[in-house]
């Protein structure tokens, strides 16, 4: 078993009682090829809690600041995060993103940037829409719905792949697409809350 492996269930050993997530639509999730995997962002545990109830292991971008906490800096990169320069444009984590999808794996993001203070679905920032739109991943909504209070079940829910075709092919801005992206997850919030 990887690290991966062994970390994803030691998390949902310690999480699944406490918060008794409810995972929805996991058959809509592609079995293969890069996946651009797009979720609200509630709480801190949001990471662990997407990566244990993905069907396929999920690579996610990370606070740069976290890899200079002493172990932490080393565990995450082999538990597929990578670092990314919070405020301006990372070309680095750009690619590194890029590359992710390409070599057919899942590319998690929280468009948003960062959490919600009022659980509200917040505006969402370019970088998803760039990556859809450069990349030839499916594009996958998910919504987490909570709040996280112990013992009362939050729900985790995949929506079926969005298809931007259309936007790819009249060169729609990544803001555009992040719109329609952050609209298929209101829209699984509104249905499922």
């Not at 909504?141 to 829910?157: N, S």
């Not at 931007?164 to 729609?172: C, P, T």
């Amino acid at each position: 078993m990887t690290l991966y492996g062994f970390a994803r269930s030691a998390v949902n050993a310690v999480l699944k009682p406490i918060y008794r997530y409810e995972v929805i639509g996991r058959e809509n999730f592609p079995k293969e090829g890069g996946v651009l995997l797009c979720a609200n962002h509630i709480d801190n545990l949001d990471p662990p809690v997407v990566g244990i109830t993905a069907p396929r292991p999920v690579y996610f971008m990370a606070k740069e600041e976290l890899f200079n906490v002493p172990v932490l800096g080393k565990l995450l990169p082999k538990i597929h995060a990578f670092p990314v320069k919070r405020g301006m444009s990372d070309r680095e984590a750009l690619r590194n993103g890029l590359k992710i999808i390409k070599e057919g794996n899942v590319l998690g993001l929280f468009p948003e940037g960062t959490r919600s203070k009022n659980g509200e679905l917040g505006k969402g920032l370019a970088g998803a829409g760039f990556f859809a739109l450069r990349s030839s991943a499916e594009v996958v909504p998910c919504a987490i719905i909570g709040p996280y209070k112990p013992f009362r079940k939050i729900k985790v829910v995949y929506g079926k792949p969005i298809n931007i075709q259309e936007l790819r092919d009249r060169k729609a801005s990544a803001e555009e697409t992040t719109d329609m992206i952050m609209n298929e997850i209101r829209t699984l919030i509104n249905a499922y809350q």
